[in-house]
């Protein structure tokens, strides 16, 4: 799926004024090694401003926010997975992460859940200061074992540019049993316009393994777009954990090496390669083995 003619942020332009926004988009894969395998399929996803959900739920009869409907957004599915809320949840990992500036605005590219069924292998916190600049990124990840880690990721200088967004992360989280822990993760983010673009790239020390990327057009949440979204890709949320099994059945059946789950870490790093050990108080007491760079 193209964005049309928007490469840079520029061209892009600011993030929608709405509460809420559809995201009708496209999701690949492509991985490389041992045995090459890819895979393209359309989602659907939104965009909220998390400062104003009450808004968000009066955008649609369709859609609801904590509620059950054709479309909804679930507090409890993101964050600290609790259904407190979620602002002071974003400001307190971000300090934790050395940003003592809590963000004027707040937006999160998540999955809906539909018709009350919901998953979501990635969400994005989008963290803006007053005056519209990206100041930080929060990569929240899961995978069907129920388990999230969140990568906290102020932008440094040099991350940001007339592209986007670039930024890396040692993969410390456990994903998927065909894929490694000691790797890294390379983010390319075209930050929500009029449309949105999440690359990652994921890398040994061999180079590239694998390729990921969401791409969508963004537009104004209304009845008639979630009927239309529904109609092109009924039960997105059922599709894309039936995808997830269904491509892990096909890597099995090509005979892709074999990782087993590890203890999860804590969850939220704010430092790259920092995975905090879990304690009875959760405090930040140690760091878990990391992959280098790639090539390094």
């Given at each position: 799926?193209?964005?049309?003619?928007a490469?840079?942020?520029?061209?892009?332009?600011?993030?929608?004024?709405?509460?809420?926004?559809?995201?009708?988009?496209a999701v690949?894969?492509?991985?490389?090694?041992?045995?090459?395998h890819?895979?393209?399929?359309r989602?659907?996803?939104?965009?909220?401003?998390i400062?104003?959900?009450?808004?968000a739920?009066?955008?649609?009869?369709?859609?609801?926010?904590?509620?059950?409907?054709?479309?909804?957004f679930?507090?409890?599915?993101?964050?600290?997975?609790d259904?407190?809320?979620?602002?002071?949840?974003?400001?307190?990992?971000?300090?934790r992460a050395?940003?003592?500036?809590?963000?004027?605005?707040i937006?999160?590219?998540?999955g809906?859940r539909?018709?009350?069924?919901?998953f979501?292998?990635i969400?994005?916190?989008?963290?803006?200061?007053?005056?519209?600049?990206?100041?930080a990124?929060?990569?929240q990840?899961?995978?069907?074992?129920?388990?999230r880690h969140?990568?906290?990721?102020?932008?440094?200088?040099?991350?940001?540019?007339?592209?986007?967004?670039?930024?890396?992360?040692?993969?410390l989280?456990?994903?998927?049993?065909?894929?490694d822990?000691?790797?890294?993760?390379r983010?390319?983010i075209?930050?929500?316009?009029r449309?949105?673009?999440?690359?990652?790239?994921?890398?040994?020390?061999?180079g590239?393994?694998?390729?990921a990327?969401h791409?969508?057009?963004?537009?104004?949440?209304?009845?008639?777009?979630?009927?239309?979204?529904?109609?092109?890709?009924?039960?997105?949320?059922?599709k894309v954990?039936?995808?997830?099994?269904?491509?892990?059945l096909?890597?099995?059946?090509?005979?892709?090496p074999?990782?087993?789950r590890?203890?999860?870490?804590h969850p939220?790093?704010?430092?790259?390669?920092v995975?905090?050990?879990?304690?009875?108080?959760n405090?930040?007491?140690?760091?878990?083995?990391?992959?280098?760079?790639?090539g390094?």
């Amino acid at each position: 799926m193209s964005l049309g003619t928007a490469t840079t942020v520029a061209g892009n332009g600011p993030p929608p004024d709405a509460a809420l926004s559809l995201c009708d988009g496209a999701v690949m894969h492509a991985r490389f090694r041992p045995k090459p395998h890819r895979f393209h399929y359309r989602i659907v996803s939104l965009l909220i401003d998390i400062d104003r959900l009450d808004e968000a739920g009066r955008a649609s009869p369709l859609f609801s926010v904590d509620r059950f409907n054709l479309y909804a957004f679930r507090r409890a599915d993101h964050g600290p997975a609790d259904g407190s809320d979620l602002r002071a949840w974003v400001e307190r990992e971000l300090a934790r992460a050395g940003l003592a500036e809590p963000p004027a605005r707040i937006l999160l590219h998540c999955g809906p859940r539909v018709l009350g069924f919901g998953f979501d292998p990635i969400s994005v916190w989008f963290c803006y200061d007053a005056g519209g600049t990206l100041t930080a990124l929060v990569y929240q990840v899961r995978n069907t074992f129920g388990d999230r880690h969140s990568y906290v990721a102020p932008v440094a200088p040099g991350e940001a540019g007339p592209d986007g967004i670039r930024q890396e992360r040692a993969k410390l989280f456990h994903v998927s049993p065909f894929m490694d822990l000691a790797m890294r993760y390379r983010f390319r983010i075209l930050p929500p316009g009029r449309g949105l673009r999440i690359r990652i790239l994921e890398v040994d020390r061999d180079g590239p393994m694998l390729a990921a990327s969401h791409v969508a057009r963004l537009q104004p949440l209304t009845s008639a777009g979630i009927a239309r979204s529904f109609l092109r890709v009924p039960w997105v949320s059922l599709k894309v954990v039936g995808a997830i099994h269904y491509e892990a059945l096909r890597l099995w059946l090509k005979g892709m090496p074999f990782f087993g789950r590890p203890e999860p870490p804590h969850p939220v790093s704010h430092r790259d390669g920092v995975a905090l050990r879990k304690t009875q108080g959760n405090e930040e007491t140690g760091a878990a083995p990391i992959a280098g760079p790639a090539g390094s």
